[in-house]
């Protein structure tokens, strides 16, 4: 499992590096730059075929891919030849004109915008995977909060928002956190359906509208041999306490969970309404000393597909990839300046581990039971990688793409190329910058492997 785990990551990456890459090589040949290599993997060549002077490869490392353009080592050849320079040969990048290397630099991340765009837009012709969307409500600093004054309970399911369907808790936070006026909420208490106002107000440490409400987990595909299932917990049940304590972060509360020694701990869920506390049957297996109460070490979330209008579908297609990308810029501002630390941390920077990871290990999980789910959950991992992966090569950072644009933008601005020592001193700071990323997204990947005991 583990093995196919890696392989599903690794060609999850190389799938939406491909697509990067292509976005370079389409724009080269467009504007006659001659591409030397087009490569599908990294390393030592394993096979592939030269045609019109391009050697188009299979490599041996299966993460990612390069396009490697003629002239592009010409930048470091200038900056080791100081202020004597080296013309550009025809068909060279450098020979190209400031303009075009401009949208071929952008043409990666370009790809990598549209591919998502495509894939979403495929997607949500099929539907929108949504969760139950049980909440709980929270009170705030003085006691209460919007939600408990609008009558709002634990256990009630939100359906809509000022008449806009939900289909998970993120689109609650998306809905409610812009809104200063009163709002209307759709929720489902029981079988019974009800319209409550609530009006949201502002919070500081998140920086945003919040009504004062949580999501809860919703268990779905419960293993059937599982102590859980034994327990006479069942699918569609929502988890609500344990030992009589509220529930805020249950991954956290799960891994205590899995430590306590032989113990039966009470688990209170809400099913079909109702509260319904369950003392559960403990197994423990006496070689590896751990019991995953729910068959493996993480919880199969209720998932369920939503048919959505084809208009709607187009709609959805194009604001998601917008929304995304704001809030990735959003994120890393918030994370590079401290801000917003209850809703942006550090933490969630992951790096290749944790991509492969989380690529590989949903796609396994939700393969068990529902492959359809897990190919869908997959093509979606992927439209919202290639737009991380475009928005990160966008950044002005020496050796991406967005710091190589911003020299082609310095030299039309300039009408010259930039001198030689402001070359140096820009490739200085960005490999630095990039050096310390390195080192941070892989200490943060190690540190999450450790702390989940495992890739």
Known sequence: ???????????????????HELGHFAFAKLFKVQVETFSVGMGKRLFGVNYKGTDYRVSMLPIGGYCKMKGQDDLAKEIDAGDKGVPPEPGSFYHASAWKRILILFAGPGFNFISAVLIFLVLFQIGVIGTKNIIDVAELENGTSPAIEAGLKAGDQIIMIDGKQIF?????????????????????????????????QFDNETSRSIIGIKGLITIGNLNQDSAASKSGIQNEDTLYLINGVEIDDFYTQLKDFYNIEKESPTIT??????????????????????????GTESINLYLKMHDIPTGEAFKLAFTKPLSFIKENFIGLYSIITGQNKEVYSKEDLGGPLSIIGGIGGNFTELGKSNMGLALYDFFSTLAILSLILGVMNLLPIPALDGGHIVISIVEIVMRKRPSTKFLVGYQMVGLFIILLLTIFVLKTDISNIINRGGF
Do not use: C, W
């Open 168 to 200: 998970s808790f993120n689109d609650v936070i998306s809905a409610v956190k812009d809104k200063k006026e009163e709002i209307s909420l759709l929720i489902l208490r029981g079988d019974q359906e009800l319209e409550l106002k609530v009006t949201p």
């Open 1 to 19: 499992m583990l093995i196919l785990k890696i392989f599903i990551g690794l060609l999850g990456i190389s799938i939406i590096v491909f697509i």
């Open 269 to 294: 869920v809400i099913r079909d309404g109702e509260f319904v506390e369950i003392k559960t049957v403990r197994t423990f297996d006496e070689n590896e000393h751990v019991d995953y109460f729910f």
